[in-house]
């Protein structure tokens, strides 16, 4: 954004310590992902601003998978993850994974049970909840609490030989049962899974729980600044903990809000469903809000940081508009994209004093936004075009500026036209519109001297290319489907996909994945991954204008 803008929150914080030669003006962030799934716009938020903060700061960022549960996570989704990162346009200084860090966790389990902070309870996890108390009431020791630190070795050291089946055990730490806060009631710090691991493969059936392993891998990599969302605030007296108890170096952890947007869901859950039950394609269908979804539909990754940038960091909870996100994709699809004719819904126009069999090229602009236009394209044209059928009325009202009988119009980049009648089939459909066309009047060396308000695109019907073009629209009908009642998928929007036969101009046969188009007049098109030579596919990113509602959004103030 070319505006300035205040400092958000965290970059007063971090210039607070940079200014106080804390961490001798390091800073080193991160993005942890567990590689359960595909990221999602929510990510790219995190991701923006961690790998910002290292950027503005000349610090780094770590990308560090967060794989201590064998059972969810794939090498698929590590792959999707770094590819996400990749194309939002930023590099990790070091590819690190949890897993990484197995020997040194299970060590400072150990130091942690030599200290008497941790033992290994045999009870249910039902009984362990029960016993956790509730947040009025402080919870009540068990009797396996009072383990010896010899006893406590002995068995951990079991679990990790494999001795037990999962869930006959767990490690606990020794923290507090009459905390106030829950999460330092004893927590658990390793579970028994029986499980292949990605990486490690068999090595290991036993596994730390989240709450262990992060802290202690943002200390072990000395990060300065362990950027969370809200809901890891009750967790970071636990965070602190650990480290404070372990003697490690100091890493702090900051929450800000997580990203919700109007008209989806951003549990890694829900979209799980959404593709097990085939309500989408895949992950990367065009209308998710994984970050794959939206590079396919043809989001480029300047929009997505823009928005970032546009929504800010923040303390408090709040839902941005899906509008917003559309706003930046069009501003920045608008500067950068060539246009290209295509109709959607065709009906022929016949040329009637346009020589039959004869042709001629005409040339356009491939991008009237950039100055000189970004060179230009051929495009072929006769007597016989296919235009929209919204184009063309039988009866015009006033103030209609395209086609009538009667009435003329501009065809784009070539000549004017003058509807003379129209042909229906026998169901009473328009199915020809006949026109005669002024010679002189053509586009760059007009000598008609005759002027229409009116201009229309077209495409030659003897040179078209026919395309399948899918137009998608909000998954939700509802602006937040997770907090209505009954199932979230109840409020998925039927009308979120409509495919359609069009016919494009011929150069479009060039189009490029990932190089979205504007389709003049109709909205920016992306070429979808099923377009092959014989048949091309393309995905609406996003029509021209915001048709939910009027006016642009405005960027929040400050960011914060």
Known sequence: MSEERSLNFIEEIVEADISAGKHDGRVLTRFPPEPNGYLHIGHAKSICLNFGLAKKYNGKTNLRFDDTNPVKE??????????????????????????????????????????DLAYVDDSTAEEIAAQKGTPTEPGTPNQFRSRSVEENLELFADMKAGKYPDGAKVLRAKVDLASPNMHLRDPLMYRIKHAHHHRTGDAWCIYPMYDFAHGQSDAIEKITHSICTLEFIPHRALYDWFIEQLSLFPSHQYEMARLNMTYTVMSKRKLLKLVEEGHVEDWDDPRMPTISGMRRRGYPAASIREFCERIGVAKRENMIDLSLLEFCVREDLNKNTWRRMAVLDPIKLVITNYPEGQSEVLVGENNPEVEGGDGEREIPFNNELWIEREDFMEEPPKKFFRLGVGLSVRLKNAYIVKCESFVKDADGNVTEVHCTYIPQSKSGSDTSGINVKGTIHWVSVAQAKTAEVRLYDRLFRVEDPSSEDGDFKEYLNPDSLQIINAYVEPDLANAEMGKAVQFIRKGYFNLDKHSTADKLVFNRTVTLKDGWKVGAPQPPKGGA
């Open 74 to 115: 794939d090498v698929e989704y590590v792959d999707s993850i770094k590819a996400d990162v990749k194309w939002l346009g930023f590099d990790w200084a070091q590819e690190l994974y949890a897993s990484d860090y197995f020997d040194q966790l299970y060590d400072f389990a150990v130091t942690l049970i030599k200290a």
